[in-house]
T-cell receptor, first 115, second 115 residues
Framework: KAGVTQTPRYLIKTRGQQVTLSCSPI?????VSWYQQTPGQGLQFLFE???????NKGNFPGRFSGRQFSNSRSEMNVSTLELGDSALYLC??????????????FGPGTRLLVL | AQKITQTQPGMFVQEKEAVTLDCTYD???????LFWYKQPSSGEMIFLIY??????QNATEGRYSLNFQKARKSANLVISASQLGDSAMYFC????????????FGPGTSLSVIP
């Protein structure tokens, strides 16, 4: 079964600070996607990386950025935090199995609280 | 425009009964995939079932089946023999063929299973 790990699991920051979240897909998996989940906006796509290149981006301000390393680990960074950035941040990988059956596995998420 | 619609914010079902969660989608891409996820109160996103736009048969995974009506752009999730552990949020989601790994989520349906 595919696995995705995310660190840290919980984080408390204050407005104006910056934060870096980490996501590690299973070895050899080259793409990683990030999502933000809030009660008001639901689940929204942030961005996607494939082989260290961003190939898709959601509708978020430039304060949200990311990168992917050669070992497929990905980080997302949020600068100048706002109260509205409080959310569950989820990382995911997509796999394609027999017959084109797709699965998207999510990590446990990082819960960010901005005070 | 809303691409994924889930019209039932909350639903109740008696234990051991079957329940159908509704989902309609909108896309002009002939190639797409549809997903259903379960999110318990812990926050973990659990993949349930996948249906490709070219699949001729409805997908099934254990107690979960997807009632795919392509012409109506409908992808309802059917849970048979509900269990108390099925109480959770359920999200319908879509990946368009031209969008790499980006998945668009619906607003979700909260399911409560009553003993």
């Amino acid at each position: 079964k595919a696995g995705v790990t995310q660190t840290p699991r919980y984080l408390i920051k204050t407005r104006g600070q910056q934060v870096t979240l980490s996501c590690s897909p299973i070895s050899g998996h080259r793409s990683v996607s990030w999502y933000q989940q809030t009660p008001g906006q639901g689940l929204q796509f942030l961005f996607e990386y494939f082989s260290e290149t961003q190939r898709n981006k959601g509708n978020f301000p430039g304060r949200f950025s990311g990168r992917q390393f050669s070992n497929s680990r990905s980080e997302m960074n949020v600068s100048t935090l706002e109260l509205g950035d409080s959310a569950l941040y989820l990382c995911a990988i997509r796999t394609v199995g027999a017959g084109g059956r797709e699965t998207q596995y999510f990590g446990p998420g990082t819960r960010l609280l901005v005070l | 425009a809303q691409k994924i619609t889930q019209t039932q914010p909350g639903m109740f079902v008696q234990e051991k009964e079957a329940v159908t969660l509704d989902c309609t989608y909108d896309t002009s891409d002939p190639s797409y995939g549809l997903f259903w996820y379960k999110q318990p109160s812990s926050g973990e996103m659990i993949f349930l079932i996948y249906q490709g736009s070219y699949d001729q048969q409805n997908a099934t995974e254990g107690r979960y089946s997807l009632n795919f009506q392509k012409a109506r752009k409908s992808a309802n999730l059917v849970i048979s023999a509900s269990q108390l552990g099925d109480s959770a949020m359920y999200f319908c989601a879509m990946r368009e063929g031209t969008s790499y790994d980006k998945v668009i989520f619906g607003p979700g349906t909260s399911l409560s299973v009553i003993p």
